[in-house]
């Protein structure tokens, strides 16, 4: 396993191909506004070294049967589901913002079984192709960005149906040793940081869609690839000079890329789909399964961070014991561990695929991402609800340290009785982090959209939900004759 040191140097020796606000980025590991991202992913590396968290960060590969990093395991019980969901709230915890390694993680999966089913029906041999890279993956360690999300253009619009056929990852070309393939993956998390990426297609596709059904591995810094960084709100305050208490997180953060694909080859053995329509929809549904499924672990862990703040702003404020405070950090909790109740039981309701590995409840992981595009807004709220106005209004750090006004902001910023201000003002800039600046992508709009918008899920939710059992439950508790009906 790679040390968190070795990690970054490992980035350091890749020649990626990033532009970032109309510039071409020749370190992303040591620019201001890339480094935190970076940070969060390097996580992932120490505290897979620290005794304490061995449990959940590492695992015994099935493949080698040495011991590996988690983000790179291949769940083999539902044991290992419920550490998966652990861990990523272990993560969420330990820097308040996306880790994103889970989307090579959760590709890893879907594509495992996926491809053992491919083999079996078609004669193919995707998922020995597949193994391989597993065990590649597995004992150098390697942090690969899963990438499902087309830009998709027209929505109504099948992918061959678009004016541009690059709008949907396409094979342009099949070679004797390989494709070559053109196309995009939107706001792809953590490309930046990634070693690897993983591509699969991003709905169902029919046999007109064939050269869409595509699923292949790819180096970040191949030939044909580039990535154009993605904004977040309030990111430049990481360019200000010296920023700190501004940053309310300064250490880390996450990032989202949109990743374009120009005629770029891949090797035969690197290739997992290649037409074969009638499974991208499986690769799909068990990918989106596994990630609503993590949801329920990651956004679990900042929301921890967020209550924390909260409950630090109040006692900044001057008001812990304020009733109405206590009753909105109770409600905070509640609705936090209701979505880790979801991630737990997805995992604790999982199943084994005919390939070895275990999938989650897909129901129940529909269900936890549902939970997931609602309460952290309310979370949100209600954190901003105990913060007050000042979160929002509050004097910059450079006029703290201005010798005219500072010492105005020290006198006028001052809350409880004995309580440092400098202190108040980092918890509040913390909260409008997770809730409006930088971290917001992750824990707002990505609860919302990460891992399939709300629509996506109550499709799901109506297929997997069984209703015809329910009113058959109905039917004979009623005492329904339905001979009767017409
Ligand atoms: Fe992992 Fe959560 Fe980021 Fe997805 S959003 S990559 S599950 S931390
Ligand atoms: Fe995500």
């Not at 810094?221 to 904004?231: C, Q």
């Amino acid at each position: 396993m790679m040390t968190s040191k070795q990690y970054e140097d490992s980035l350091r020796k890749m020649n990626l191909n990033v532009y970032f606000m109309g510039e071409k980025i020749d370190n992303p590991v040591d620019h201001p506004m890339i480094r935190p991202s970076m940070n969060s992913v390097a996580m992932t590396y120490k505290l897979a070294e620290e005794p304490e968290y061995q449990e959940l960060m590492t695992a015994t590969s099935n493949l080698t049967g040495k011991k590996i990093n988690r983000f790179c395991h291949l769940h083999q019980g539902t044991d290992d589901l419920v550490k998966k969901v652990k861990m990523q709230r272990l993560l969420g915890q330990k820097t308040a913002a996306c880790f994103q390694r889970c989307v090579g993680m959760d590709a890893f999966n879907a594509i495992f079984s996926t491809t053992y089913e491919m083999d079996q029906a078609l004669g193919t041999e995707y998922h020995k192709r597949f193994t391989d890279y597993m065990k590649f993956v597995q004992d150098n360690d390697l942090v690969i960005d899963g990438a499902m999300t087309d830009p998709k253009g027209d929505r109504g619009l099948a992918p061959s149906q678009q004016e541009d056929p690059d709008l949907y990852v396409h094979i342009v070309e099949v070679r004797e040793d390989g494709i070559v393939v053109s196309g995009a993956k939107a706001h792809q998390t953590g490309a930046v940081n990634s070693h690897e990426h993983l591509i699969m297609p991003t709905i169902a596709m029919r046999e007109a869609d064939a050269d869409y059904a595509v699923s292949f591995a790819i180096p970040s810094d191949a030939e044909g690839i580039t990535m154009i960084y993605g904004r977040q709100s309030c990111d430049t305050r990481k360019m200000e000079p010296g920023a700190d208490i501004d940053l309310g997180n300064s250490q880390f953060g996450g990032h989202e890329a949109l990743v374009v694909f120009d005629r770029v080859f891949i090797p035969h053995e690197r290739v997992f789909m290649c037409k074969e329509y009638d499974y991208a929809g499986m690769m799909v549904e068990r990918f989106a399964g596994y990630h609503r499924q993590s949801y329920g672990g990651c956004k679990v862990g900042v929301g921890d961070v967020l209550i924390g703040a909260a409950a630090l702003a109040a006692d900044y404020n001057g008001v812990p014991k304020a009733s109405h405070i206590k009753d909105k950090l109770i409600e905070m909790i509640h609705l936090n561990e209701t979505l880790f109740a979801c991630g737990i039981a997805c995992s604790a309701e999982g199943s084994q695929m005919p390939a070895g590995n275990y999938m989650i409840n897909l129901l129940l992981a529909n269900v936890c991402k549902q939970n997931v595009t609602r309460l952290p807004y309310e979370i949100a709220r209600l954190a901003e609800d105990i913060a007050g106005g000042i979160m929002v209004t509050m004097p910059s750090e450079q006029d703290l340290k201005n010798e005219e006004v500072g010492p105005l902001v020290r006198k006028y910023l001052v809350g409880a009785k004995g309580k440092d201000v400098v202190n108040r003002m980092r918890v509040l800039r913390l909260i409008e982090n997770i809730t409006l600046g930088t971290a917001a992508v992750g824990y707002r709009t990505e609860s919302m959209h990460g891992a399939g918008s709300p629509q996506a899920q109550r499709i799901m939710i109506a297929r997997q939900g069984d209703l015809e059992s329910k009113k058959e439950f109905a039917r004979n508790i009623a005492k329904i004759d339905t001979s009767l009906d017409k």
